[in-house]
RNA sequence: CGGGGCGUCGUAUAUCGGUAGUACGCUUGCUUUGGGAGCAAGAUGGCCCAGUUCGAUUCUGGGCGCCCCGACCA
């Protein structure tokens, strides 16, 4: 698209009430606005990367056996008071209303009551099992103090998914596919490298979970990371006993401070055996269904890319989660001939299925590039008076500044063919 | 929820108990065009409510909002 109808504009400086990176550099490139504390809206930049953070959570679910639904987020009190967690001294983060004609909601910081309960009208027998359904979907928490921009924050979408077990060993075999789909998804997102499977506290759900932990300055949680293994231990769970159960050595630990992108727990029968949720097996016996839960935020994970990749000019995407693939970057567009150029460009790499942004404004080189430093789009290509007198664009890798002299042939080839 | 800080054009900041200034952005014109240009002319501001005072953006109280540390985080 052009960059002259984008109606969102950069800005030089980061508003005095954001401190955290990921706010900081998402407000001055406008992916996002502060709506209020804890409280974000995507605009046109941030909407494109979250919804390819989505599709690659997405694809990932689904090559597991994930079935897409989405569920409401008014809850009726009933099935939440069965599992105990609709009083506020259980959970102390909702939101509640009440309906007009009387009688309360709640707005849900998330879905394991009323899949469950919507799961018994559809699991009776051992042939209805295993069973897995997934959304993306807008939680609201009503946290005391949001923080760090994006990351922590009152509104927000989750992917939440919940597999229904025959058996514990089915349930396992499921809880692994899932833990190897999160690795892919962070993988995908340019995370892999200083993303780390993470033993921790399972919290009132079970005796532990696991963690998908990303190394960050900025990060809440301290985690100890055995580097060999590629996995990790939470502070909360880093005794000796825990130690000496996963075979590890604390002189092999390295402490790091890291940021929770994922979380993935085993829930047993905590909900099946509240809410009714039971299926006959093959000898006719009542058994409850074994559940867990799987829990990534796109908009925490979107933070999460921008704190652990920005350099000091701005945010750096990585292919797969870039707004676009491609900046095309004119410099004096008076010229009539780099407009032309500029135009014959983008056409060609648009019908080659090539995302592309191309600032035509009517702006200088030097806003222009920190502005495209900024955004963070992977590839920059300039069109300009230089380029066209050498017959080749000049094509610059955010990442690492990498330059390379391209013609039109070879730029849509190395965009389509990496 | 405990503690601390803050609220001035769109953004970032300065000043002051006596008609609020600067930079960027915005409008108009001319020049300029490879790393946030120059000149000229403009528009735009004291979070809200009380109190003190001849006079409050400034002082006091309350409200609302925002940030940070801690606690919490299914």
Request: some cysteine.
């Amino acid at each position: 698209m052009r960059q002259s109808q984008l109606f969102t504009k950069t800005r030089r400086e980061a508003p005095k009430d954001e401190v955290s990176k990921n706010a900081q550099l998402l407000i001055r490139a406008g992916y996002i606005n502060k709506e209020m504390a804890g409280v974000y809206d995507f605009l046109p930049l941030g909407l494109r990367t979250l919804e390819k953070i989505i599709g690659i959570i997405r694809e990932e679910m689904n090559k597991i056996g994930g079935q897409e639904i989405l569920l409401s987020t008014l809850q009726d009190s009933k099935p939440w008071e069965a599992s105990g967690r609709w009083s506020d001294e259980n959970v102390d983060v909702w939101f509640k209303t009440e309906l007009k004609s009387g009688g309360q909601l709640g707005l849900a910081p998330t879905h394991e009551e009323p899949l469950t309960n919507l799961m018994r009208d559809h699991i009776s027998s051992y042939r209805d099992l295993p069973c897995y359904a997934y959304q993306f979907q807008t939680k609201f928490r009503n946290e005391l103090r949001s923080k760090s921009g994006i990351m922590r924050s009152r509104e927000f979408i989750m992917k939440d998914l919940y597999s229904f077990s025959k058996s514990e060993e089915e349930f396992r075999e499921f809880y692994e596919a899932a833990a190897e789909a999160y690795l892919k998804v962070f993988a995908r997102v340019g995370l892999g490298e200083v993303t780390y499977r993470t033993f921790a506290s399972g919290g009132s759900f079970s005796k532990f979970s696991d963690e998908f932990q990303t190394v960050s300055d900025a990060g809440e949680d301290v985690i100890y990371v055995h580097e060999h293994r590629r996995l990790a231990v939470n502070k909360e769970v880093y005794k000796d006993d825990v130690l000496a159960d996963l075979g590890m050595q604390k002189s092999d630990l390295k402490e790091m401070k890291a940021i929770e992108v994922g979380n993935i727990f085993p829930l047993g029968t905590r909900f099946s055996d509240v809410l009714g949720l039971t299926y006959k097996d093959e000898n006719g016996e009542q058994k409850p269904v074994i559940m867990g839960s799987y829990g990534i935020g796109p908009g925490r994970l979107m933070g999460t890319i921008v704190e652990t990749l920005a350099d000091d000019k701005g945010i750096v995407w990585p292919e797969e989660v870039a707004p676009f693939r491609v900046h095309v970057v004119e410099i004096n567009n008076k010229n009539d001939d780099v407009r032309k150029e500029a135009q014959e460009l983008y056409n060609e790499l648009s019908q080659a299925g090539v995302e592309v942004l191309w600032d035509d404004r009517d702006a200088r080189a030097g806003e222009k590039f920190a502005d495209s430093d900024l955004m963070g789009i992977p590839l920059r290509v300039v069109v300009s008076e230089k380029t066209l007198a050498a017959g080749k664009f000049e094509c610059v890798e955010r990442a690492t500044g990498k330059t390379q002299q391209l013609s039109t042939s070879e730029l849509v080839h190395h965009v389509t063919h990496v």
